[in-house]
């Protein structure tokens, strides 16, 4: 089986559902052993049992089938908003690899079809909320099922509007499933909203990280900052990994710098924190993204429904389906990133102050126009609501199921809010991205350094010089674009 990485984590993904499609050997074979057990005379968790409170009920022969149905039309109770198809799709896929590590015995039937909605590109419609990330993500995963049994709905094929499951189904000649022993658990039980959500959230901060540090060597230059904090030296004796790779990517954005230079005995003895500690603050945030995809990698490439299906015959129910590793990671990412924003929008706020030459608010004429000032209000409108979404929701439990389910983790609740955090991260590095463009334009003819110097063309290439108060929006919406092209980081030497 593929190995997915977050790095890799679409062509991983890709590669992983490719092989299962040409060898589903290992579904196969723990479907055997589901069938096997079904010859006996014993009680197997779920197989024919009840569930939760229910288990020690004993299920007939005849039931079977309805009681994996019934299991997933009870458990759709999902509510909220709905979940991106992108989202969605990355839930549906890392269920199939899941599955196809062979120890959930889902019959061939259910996971041929798994595969077809895959390949169409037929991506069930899912409610956000409705799991405390215990028994797995149960209401979303239900939800991802239902068009199995002709309910619920397929997005289109925009992501914008949503179509019956019955109407794609006869479109596509097919007809609804009957559930056998064991599929509806092997379904539902699992990990994937959350750890969907924090492969989406972790891949796309990959490159995140990279333009935190480019942003900050903007503002650093366009502030007449100094490269002294970033000496390597400095960083060799407090050796954090994240801490001595921002301080190397910051110098090398600066090679060859004439704004280095021209200040370079001015007298000035410190900057202020959120430039001088830049490798400090974005390198503990490095340190601890890295620290969750660590995490997060592990339980994509885990086992993670209930009961498990093991080769000798065993069948076993556990609690893998337990979403404490992740609860604690995306907690912990949200913080991280936060922090990415909070810094960033201190730099913004210095950029608006007039030092060293800078006309305030980077306009010339301002009273008849604001210039600056109002971007960096928006900024500190969602650095400040990242602090509230930051607040764990890994901390918090309640008891379900009367009682049986005791302990949960509430990732799913840590894994929406992981999502916000970061869209309101990328809101706030854009407008540094676009406010430190403007302060450089007036340190010209001086240049900045080489890296810094290719990436403030790049952006004067979308979002031009601003003379006067215009719509401002359009600048913050180009420079969330740029935010995830990667032309603006490529060749810089960034690590």
């Not at 979303?140 to 914008?160: N, R, T, Y």
């Not at 000649?173 to 039980?189: A, F, M, T, V």
Request: some cysteine; hydrophobic content about 40%; charged content about 20%.
């Amino acid at each position: 089986m593929v190995h997915i990485t977050i790095e890799n984590l679409y062509s991983n993904i890709e590669q992983s559902i490719s092989e299962l499609r040409k060898n589903p050997a290992r579904v196969q074979q723990s479907r055997e052993v589901v069938e096997g057990a079904l010859t006996k005379n014993e009680a197997f968790y779920g197989i024919n049992t009840g569930f939760g409170i229910l288990a020690n009920k004993r299920v007939g022969a005849d039931q079977l089938k309805q009681l994996q149905r019934n299991l997933i039309l009870s458990h759709a109770v999902g509510t909220g908003d709905l979940i991106s198809k992108d989202i969605s799709r990355l839930m549906l896929q890392l269920k199939i690899h899941a599955l196809g590590l062979g120890y959930s015995g889902i019959s061939n039937e259910t996971f041929a079809r798994l595969l077809y909605f895959e390949e169409h590109d037929l991506i069930p419609v899912i409610p956000e909320k409705g799991s405390v990330g215990a028994s797995g993500d149960l209401a979303p995963l239900s939800h991802m099922s239902l068009p199995l049994l002709g309910f619920g709905s397929f997005w289109d094929e925009a992501g914008s509007e949503t179509i019956p499951a019955d109407v794609v189904l006869k479109k596509h000649h097919l007809e609804p499933i009957d559930l056998q022993p064991k599929d509806g658990l092997s379904l539902i039980n699992g990990t994937q909203l959350m750890s969907s959500y924090g492969a989406y959230v972790l891949e796309r901060s990959l490159d995140l990280l990279k333009v935190a540090d480019l942003l900050g060597a903007m503002s650093l230059e366009a502030l007449q900052g100094s490269i002294k904090p970033f000496d390597e030296r400095i960083h060799k004796i407090r050796p954090h990994t994240g801490q001595q790779t921002v301080a190397r990517n910051v110098r090398n954005l600066l090679a060859e710098s004439e704004i280095l230079e021209s200040h370079r005995n001015c007298g000035k003895v410190q900057d202020p924190y959120s430039l001088r500690c830049i490798p400090q603050v974005h390198g503990a945030s490095r340190d601890a993204i890295a620290h969750s995809i660590q995490t997060v990698e592990t339980e994509i490439n885990s086992v993670t429904d209930n009961p498990l299906v093991f080769p000798n015959g065993d069948i076993i129910s556990g609690g893998n389906f337990h979403g404490q590793p992740l609860a604690l990671v995306l907690d912990y990412a949200a913080i991280a990133l936060a922090e990415l924003a909070s810094i960033s929008e201190r730099r913004t706020y210095l950029l608006l102050e007039g030092h060293d030459g800078l006309p305030t608010l980077l306009m010339e004429e301002t009273g008849i126009n604001s210039g600056f000032m109002i971007p960096q209000y928006t900024a500190a409108a969602l650095v400040s609501e990242n602090k509230v979404l930051c607040h764990p929701a890994s901390v918090d439990s309640i008891p379900t199921s009367l009682g049986q389910e005791d302990h949960v983790s509430m990732g799913s609740i840590g894994a929406l809010k992981l999502l916000n955090v970061m869209k309101n991260v990328e809101q706030v590095l854009a407008i540094e991205m676009f406010t430190a463009a403007q302060a450089l334009d007036f340190r010209k003819p001086l240049k900045p350094g080489r890296g810094v110097d290719e990436a403030h063309a790049y952006i004067r290439e979308h979002i031009a010089h601003a003379e006067e108060d215009h719509f401002f929006r359009d600048e913050i919406n180009r420079a969330v674009e740029l935010l995830g092209d990667e032309k603006l980081i490529t060749g810089l030497d960034l690590n």
